[in-house]
């Protein structure tokens, strides 16, 4: 019983940090990539067989787990936000808003693992966690190496924006 009181909990916790940047999603432009999936199961894993990795693989993997968790910190300004998110300009206002909501300092990511698709792109299972406790745990998200930078991929924003039941344009 109390398992399901704290689940219900964090799940009214995601709605709330999450709400206030469906109000400020202005972004006219569609989102890139499929649809988002929340989890999968233990041991899967989409990377197709021969698929081609950056020049430094295990390089790159630290640097997407490093920018995950610099994206969801709190403490990093949302300018620096914009540039850890794919087309970060154009989602400026949605990163506005979620770093202005008080509850979204307690979120955070850490990333758990890293399948390269191509030399440019990457499945991301991560962990979405709140208050230090797994919200989202082997959540599944996309990373894109923009500007020479990995970046947390649209895709993965809206998926998770979508998760709080309310389409938004842009998403």
């Known amino acids: 019983m109390v398992l399901r009181r704290r689940a219900a909990a964090l799940a009214a916790t995601a709605v709330?940090?999450?709400?206030?940047?469906?109000?400020?999603?202005?972004?006219?432009?569609?989102?890139?990539?499929?649809?988002?999936?929340?989890?999968?199961?233990?041991?899967?894993?989409?990377?197709?067989?021969?698929?081609?990795?950056?020049?430094?693989?295990?390089?790159?993997?630290?640097?997407?787990?490093?920018?995950?968790?610099?994206?969801?910190?709190?403490?990093?300004?949302?300018a620096e936000r914009v540039k850890l998110l794919e087309n970060g300009e154009e989602m400026r206002d949605v990163l506005t808003a979620f770093a202005g909501n008080p509850q979204a300092a307690a979120i955070a990511a850490k990333v758990t693992g890293v399948a390269f698709t191509s030399a440019t792109g990457a499945d991301v299972t991560y962990d979405l966690l709140v208050g230090g406790n797994p919200l989202?745990?082997?959540?599944?998200?996309?990373?894109?190496?923009?500007?020479?930078?990995?970046?947390?991929?649209?895709?993965?924003?809206?998926?998770?924006?979508?998760?709080?039941?309310?389409?938004?344009?842009?998403?």
Do not use: H, M, Y
């Not at 993997?61 to 910190?73: H, K, L, T």
């Open 16 to 78: 709330l940090l999450l709400t206030p940047a469906l109000a400020a999603c202005s972004d006219d432009e569609p989102a890139t990539g499929d649809r988002v999936t929340s989890t999968a199961p233990p041991g899967a894993t989409d990377r197709p067989s021969g698929a081609a990795e950056p020049a430094d693989p295990a390089a790159a993997e630290a640097e997407i787990a490093r920018n995950w968790a610099a994206f969801f910190d709190a403490d990093t300004p949302a």
């Open 136 to 171: 989202l745990p082997d959540s599944r998200g996309t990373s894109v190496l923009q500007d020479d930078t990995w970046k947390v991929s649209v895709k993965t924003l809206c998926g998770l924006v979508k998760l709080s039941g309310v389409t938004v344009e842009g998403c």
